[in-house]
């Protein structure tokens, strides 16, 4: 069975749920370095929540015109517009997305994750030599070394390289909360770069 997201409320971004009428009352589910998730509504059956987002890289992740897209990406229902201003200055972008859920030990997207995410890492170690850009020559890697990739994660691999470069963002493929999952299994790239 899919737990839910566990409640994670450290430090990591240390602002307050800025008030909106959209938030005021929901259920903070998580935090991260720039993200504060709240608990959504159902809606036709699927779990929604919202990220109030204080980087611009992951705004963009979520609401550019050439974001990716596809089986591995969030599915994005809707970009709700800004509420006040975080701690490191940007503003708070409040996003509606699907809920997305923890690996878990075992199964076929927790597998494919520890492969990308030790892949990665592996790489990282390989062009560590290149400092700042070591993590785009890493996800560069990934996508065209042979590694056994079913197509869809390929493409996705290859759509996050192309999103990486084009906004100048890093890619984060080692951290456990940047890859998730939906209920039915699929591995989704839930929060996979940042920004320099």
């Given amino acids: 069975m899919v737990q839910p997201m566990e409640t994670n409320c450290g430090t990591i971004i240390a602002d307050p749920v800025p008030d909106h009428p959209l938030l005021n009352g929901r259920q903070e589910i998580g935090r991260g370095e720039n993200t504060i998730v709240l ?28 974001r990716p897209t596809g089986h591995h990406f969030p599915v994005v229902y809707a970009d709700h517009g800004t509420a006040g201003r975080s701690s ?5 972008h409040i996003v509606e997305v699907e ?3 923890p690996l878990p030990g075992g ?8 492969k990308i995410s030790t892949s990665y890492f592996d790489a990282c170690l390989m062009w560590r030599n290149l400092a700042q850009d070591m993590g785009r020559i890493a996800l560069h890697h ?23 470069s ?4 890093l890619p984060d493929l080692i ?4 890859l998730m999952m939906r209920k039915d299994g699929t591995l ?9």
């Fill in 166 to 169: 084009e906004y100048g963002a």
């Fill in 142 to 164: 990934l996508v065209v070394t042979p590694m056994g990739w079913t197509d869809t994660v390929k493409d996705s691999l290859k759509a996050l390289e192309d999103f990486s």
């Fill in 88 to 92: 490191r200055g940007f503003p708070f």
């Fill in 39 to 66: 608990d959504g509504d159902v809606v036709d059956g699927q779990e929604r929540v919202f990220k109030v987002l204080s980087s611009p890289t992951d705004y963009a992740y979520y609401t550019a015109p050439d």
């Fill in 175 to 178: 951290k456990a909360d940047n």
């Fill in 107 to 114: 199964g076929d997207a927790a597998d494919v994750a520890t």
């Fill in 99 to 101: 809920k997305l859920y």
């Fill in 188 to 196: 989704v790239f839930s929060d996979p770069v940042f920004m320099e």
